[in-house]
């Protein structure tokens, strides 16, 4: 782990970030539009939580294209798209522990792959559900919509977690600063 640990550490820098920021645009504004194409109704994992009863209702009303379009689109992007993201918050936090000196543990970047795991988890959930529709499986639909629920405040927790460490190193390179002068 300490080897992964320093690679994130040793390649990060400014223009990987910009550059990896670039191609991340690629799949909210293109790949992820155009595979995942669930019409004026919307995915159903950019809905914060939802029941069984909404996730077939919304199931009934894509419709047996969208439905097989949701699948290949979960599949495929919608499978590269969490580990893309994670890997890129994880080379941020990397990037400002480095530049900021901050002296937390560098295992704080690994905090990012939770997201993706329960992205994963949900990918996985709605592509059982999607693929066995019409047949109904509500304990399965309520999880879903948990472990949605749950990528979405882990997600936040991790935006908290990344203006915290910014403001706390921009705060410590202040007090070393006064405390030198």
């Not at 992964?4 to 909210?28: D, E, G, K």
């Not at 994880?90 to 400002?96: G, H, R, S």
Request: charged share 10%; proline share 4%.
């Amino acid at each position: 782990m300490e080897n992964i640990i320093a690679w994130f550490f040793r390649v990060t820098n400014i223009r990987l970030i910009i550059v990896m920021c670039v191609i991340y645009l690629i799949f909210p504004l293109y790949l992820l539009p155009n595979i995942i194409n669930t019409g004026s109704i919307g995915p159903l994992d950019l809905l914060f939580w939802y029941n069984h009863d909404t996730l077939y209702q919304t199931l009934t009303s894509y419709g047996e294209t969208i439905r097989g379009r949701y699948i290949i689109g979960l599949l495929t992007a919608d499978l590269a798209y969490p580990i893309y993201y994670g890997t890129l918050l994880a080379l941020i936090i990397a990037l400002v522990i480095k530049k900021l000196a901050i002296p937390f543990s560098r295992k704080i970047i690994f905090i990012p792959y939770v997201a993706v795991l329960f992205d994963l988890t949900e990918n996985s959930l709605l592509m059982f559900l999607l693929s066995t529709y019409p047949n109904i499986h509500l304990k399965t639909a309520d999880l879903a919509g948990y472990v949605t629920a749950t990528k979405w405040s882990v997600l936040g927790g991790i935006a908290t977690l990344m203006v915290y460490i910014v403001g706390y190193g921009i705060s410590r390179r202040k007090n070393k600063a006064t405390t030198n002068n």
